[in-house]
């Protein structure tokens, strides 16, 4: 009999979400307006960064970024293979192209050293004049190592525009992501720590780029294009240059300012699951949980008041939860792994399949599997379980037992036979003893 059906994600919206949907629809702005200045205003205080611009998608904001700091046809920016098509497709959106670099096995973020070695490498140096930006991806909710990049981005005067569409909101030693890198981006999407349903965010400390990127979200028209409408407006407006259509509505952002308010329970929530899979799986000999080191220090201890914003080490926001099966232990395979899990009712994802292995990036770049291989090797034993708050605690046990069962069911189990006795070696293979 099949199972009950656990979704992979599912968002939480709820009264007070709906409520203020219902709100927005009656006061009759429907579009970028006083809601959307309200949800950059929260975004700011909530991270404590200077400069806010909410636009329609996490792809929106790297795309304008990457506009913002004048990336031009034939540049390059250095990135991972380990991430989602768009810190890759927006690179290519100028005809720019991404230069992968291996990420490091205990994280899968990014590999500073690789980064630095493909600096110094003699393809390095022919093109350094072109590589004009790293864009590090925060891998399931995990920082990178800011520090290394940082400091690689400084000697090589590169600029770090960061992925963090998983990082809302994550701590690197102490430092809320936003306020790291010259530009972060943020995704909302309906699957996303907080949602606006579709939506994004870009900030940074550099004004002259927020204006850039704000002017750009709005057809590159002259400043606050959105209030043209008002009394405050004016039907008056200049193009500064060929925008795009990204702007954030009313709508979504009215969903976004709950959400917002709701960030720290979510966090706590998604927290405390992580911290039950990992005490659960930790035992199993067949799978290996997130990260392995410090892997405590960014649960917290049972029963602790979560307080993301306060803490000195490096937290992760728990976007995903990547298990790592160890394939020699087990008789079956990922895709067979995720099969059986799906019979028993379990929804399932994997992040990510590398990007040098899909069509596009192979065929236009040539890359091999074994181009990247530690992308390859670990994308091939990763499972992303459902790690939502709406999940119940019986919702979170049945997922454990999901996975312990698989796991029982099919680890590898030690040959029984015991080793052959000079008895059964065969006379001939005796005799030239
Ligand atoms: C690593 C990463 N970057 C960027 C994005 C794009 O986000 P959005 O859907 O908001 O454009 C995603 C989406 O899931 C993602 O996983």
């Not at 907080?194 to 002259?208: H, L, R, Y």
């Not at 199993?284 to 080191?293: A, H, I, M, Q, R």
Request: charged share 25%; proline share 5%.
């Amino acid at each position: 009999m099949k199972k009950e059906w656990l979704p992979f994600s599912r968002p939480s919206v709820g009264p007070e979400e709906i409520q203020a949907v219902v709100d927005t629809l009656s006061a009759g702005w429907l579009t970028t307006g006083p809601r959307t200045k309200e949800f950059e205003a929260g975004i700011a205080r909530y991270i404590g960064c200077r400069n806010v611009v909410a636009m329609n998608s996490c792809t929106a904001a790297l795309h304008l970024a990457l506009e913002a700091i004048g990336l031009r046809a034939g540049d390059a920016v250095i990135t991972t293979p380990m991430t989602f098509a768009a810190t890759a497709e927006t690179i290519r959106y100028f005809n720019a192209h991404p230069i992968l670099v291996d990420v490091d096995r205990r994280t899968l973020n990014i590999d500073p050293g690789k980064i630095e070695e493909r600096l110094r490498s003699r393809a390095g140096r022919a093109r350094r004049d072109r590589i004009k930006a790293i864009i590090p991806v925060h891998y399931a909710g995990y920082p990178c190592d800011m520090d290394k990049i940082m400091s690689i981005a400084n000697a090589h005067e590169l600029t770090v525009v960061e992925d963090a569409a998983h990082a809302f909101p994550a701590v690197y030693k102490g430092t809320v992501v936003g306020n790291i890198g010259h530009i972060t981006c943020f995704s909302f999407y309906a699957t996303k720590n907080i949602t606006t349903g579709e939506g994004g965010a870009a900030v940074t400390g550099n004004d002259e780029w927020a204006d850039r990127m704000r002017i750009m979200s709005l057809h590159g028209i002259s400043r606050d294009a959105w209030k043209r409408y008002t009394s405050e407006g004016s039907w008056y407006y200049e193009i500064a240059a060929p925008g795009f259509k990204y702007n954030l509505t009313d709508v979504a952002a009215a969903l976004g300012i709950v959400q917002l308010r709701r960030s720290d329970e979510f966090w706590a929530r998604r927290s405390g699951i992580a911290r039950r899979y990992t005490d659960a799986f930790r035992s199993l000999d067949e799978v290996e949980t997130p990260f392995g080191e410090g892997i405590d220090d960014t649960i917290g201890a049972p029963g602790e008041p979560l307080q993301w914003k306060d803490i000195a080490g490096t937290r992760h926001s728990w976007h995903l939860y990547i298990l790592r099966l160890v394939l020699g232990k087990l008789e079956i395979d990922r895709d067979k792994f995720i099969d059986e899990l799906k019979q028993l009712g379990i929804g399932t994802s994997v992040h990510f399949i590398p990007l040098h292995i899909h069509p596009y990036y192979r065929e236009t770049y040539g890359y091999k599997p074994g181009d990247y291989p530690i992308s390859h090797g670990e994308y091939q034993r990763i499972v992303s379980l459902p790690i939502y708050p709406r999940m119940s605690d019986a919702d979170v046990d049945r997922v454990i037992e999901a996975v312990k069962d698989v796991v029982h069911r099919h680890r590898k189990r030690k040959s029984l036979r015991k080793p052959k006795s000079p008895r059964n070696v065969s006379t001939r293979t005796r005799r030239r003893q």
